[in-house]
């Protein structure tokens, strides 16, 4: 037999490395649907049974996966639920962010429904358990911080406001404080009916300001 030359070397390291790529991509795949799972189910126990009823092995259950698994993504309850909540948020904002600029009709009532869902009621039950769990306080009010600003950039953005002119700020401020608002009298009852006419309004008053 000949000798293994340096090219010989390099092809036989090059088909290495693209068949481990190939091996690991479908697991890779495998890994990243087994998270998505997670985080969904994480919401939607969140939104329907609250912190109490919420644990690692109710959430692993609904998303067809092992206990084991779904510690392997989330190490921790924490890790699962505030990853879940940052998760469904981001996919809201891209959602938000594809509205068409400047139709502020449009916006303001996208920016209600935010407030109107099940991730907001997932949300809210995360901030109630933050207040009494000293291990998610700190986390979940760093989420919530950074969720608020995005909100709140996006708002700009799309409404096509000055928030150089007085007032411009505060009133976007006031448009998520309302919607929020609105979303927690939804919690209990359901409260579409006086929700659109207040969104008819605040519709009015935030054209009147950014006139």
Request: charged share 30%.
């Amino acid at each position: 037999m000949g000798a293994v030359t340096a090219a010989d070397r390099a092809d036989r390291a090059d088909r290495a490395d693209r068949a481990d790529r190939a091996d690991r991509s479908p697991k890779q795949d495998r890994s990243r649907a087994t998270r998505q799972r997670l985080l969904e189910a994480a919401v939607a126990c969140l939104a329907e049974s609250g912190w109490a009823g919420s644990t690692v092995s109710v959430v692993a259950e609904r998303a067809g996966v092992s206990r084991g698994a779904a510690q392997h993504h989330f190490p921790t309850r924490e890790d699962l639920f505030t990853a879940a909540v940052e998760y469904v948020a981001e996919q809201r904002s891209t959602a938000l962010k594809e509205l068409p600029a400047q139709d502020r009709a449009l916006v303001v009532a996208a920016l209600v429904d935010l407030y109107t869902g099940p991730l907001f009621r997932a949300a809210l039950h995360l901030w109630v358990a933050a207040s009494n769990e000293p291990q998610l306080g700190s986390r979940v009010t760093e989420l919530e911080a950074r969720v608020g600003r995005e909100t709140h950039r996006i708002a700009v953005r799309l409404l096509g406001a000055d928030e150089s002119r007085p007032g411009v700020r505060e009133t976007i401020q006031g448009l998520l404080d309302m919607a929020r608002g609105l979303g927690l009298a939804n919690l209990l009852t359901d409260d579409g009916a006086r929700r659109d006419r207040v969104v008819a309004q605040w519709t009015v008053l935030v054209e009147g300001a950014l006139r």
